[in-house]
DNA sequence: TCAGGTACTGACCGATCGGTCAGGCATGCT
DNA sequence: AGCATGCCTGACCGATCGGTCAGTACCTGA
């Protein structure tokens, strides 16, 4: 079974990736990895320092554009901040669905590695602008059903293309964060 | 540690909910559920054939009332259906609030277990009536996220009383499935 | 020709998983 | 007194997990 493939890197991660959106990251073992791209899990070892990594550099695209995002934010209050964070986190959602769609719900546990401290707070302060930096709960629940509607549909849509996924959740994403009368 | 307790199945029960919610049902072991209620791992399986089992019986009556709510989906088509959908499925998601919880973004690994096969047909009947039985892919978006947004939403708010969430969930359900012009 | 780096392998490790099993200890019926 | 039953235990099982390690085949530049 010895070939020897330098793209074997990209290979991996493009597999990690594959199995991660099917069986999560908890449930995807080395193995299956390996098995994936016909190579041995001592080989995922050899290129990556171990499992964490190998989520932490399948992630950080799009890690590095919620931060950019994060940044944009700042400048805006009220529903200035609703409307940049909606459209910057549709376009996030729609762009890196694949990597989104892989975390399926195990955000919580994985956000509480240290690796992934950061993306906590910057999702906290999204929820905020989304809410309208409002303290209202309706504004918070509003604002997290978003959120988290955006992140878990976008990966059920892999087949249809941006320009057709992204004006639509945009458009749910505006009507649900309407200011109640 | 001998400690002779009859109630110790619902004391599981109520402690396998309480582990799942934080740690997933994948992330929690039969050992962590033990360990919470003081008896050994033996003992859990004395009361439940295994742990799909234990699951199975947390997450019946929210199964049971998923379940007649899809009977009363039967008898509505259009908006009238949205409305029905809508105020049923948001009521489900209060009163359920944390076994829903609990699945976590696992909902697509555990309904491809036999157990929860109807389940998933349930779902996309919900999912249909949410988007007016329209085809569209706007309308199939729109539902989806409202759908996944309430179920990731209703965990994060255990604090808050059942009369106030529901009516926000309910507001921000019906203002993002309101129909595009 | 040969040293050295790159890319990889198979064997192995300790830990933990879900699950099994024989037995023990109260309690209550006969 | 004897025995069944309900509830639970500790020891143990095979499988699998993430991760380590010594060794090896191959390529490259000196």
Tied chains: 1, 2.
Excluded: W
């Amino acid at each position: 079974m010895a070939r020897p493939t330098p793209e074997t890197h990209a290979e991996l991660l493009a597999a990690a990736a594959r199995r991660f959106a099917v069986t999560g990251y908890k449930g995807t073992s080395l193995q299956d990895i390996a098995r994936e791209v016909g190579c041995s899990k001592a080989a995922v070892l050899y290129h990556f320092a171990n499992k964490e990594a190998l989520l932490r550099e399948l992630m950080a695209p799009a890690i590095a554009v919620l931060e950019a995002l994060d940044a944009r934010l700042a400048g805006h209050t009220g529903a200035a901040a609703q409307r940049v964070a909606a459209e910057g986190f549709v376009d996030l959602a729609v762009r890196f669905r694949r990597e989104i769609a892989l975390l399926r719900g195990e955000f919580p546990d994985l956000l509480q590695q240290p690796a992934f401290a950061h993306v906590q707070q910057v999702s906290e302060r999204l929820i905020d602008a989304f809410a309208g930096h409002s303290d209202r709960p309706a504004a918070r629940i509003a604002a997290l059903v978003v959120l988290a509607g955006i992140a878990e549909t976008c990966g059920e849509f892999l087949d249809i293309p941006d320009e057709e996924l992204r004006p639509a959740l945009l458009a749910v994403a505006l009507r649900a964060l309407e200011p109640t009368t």
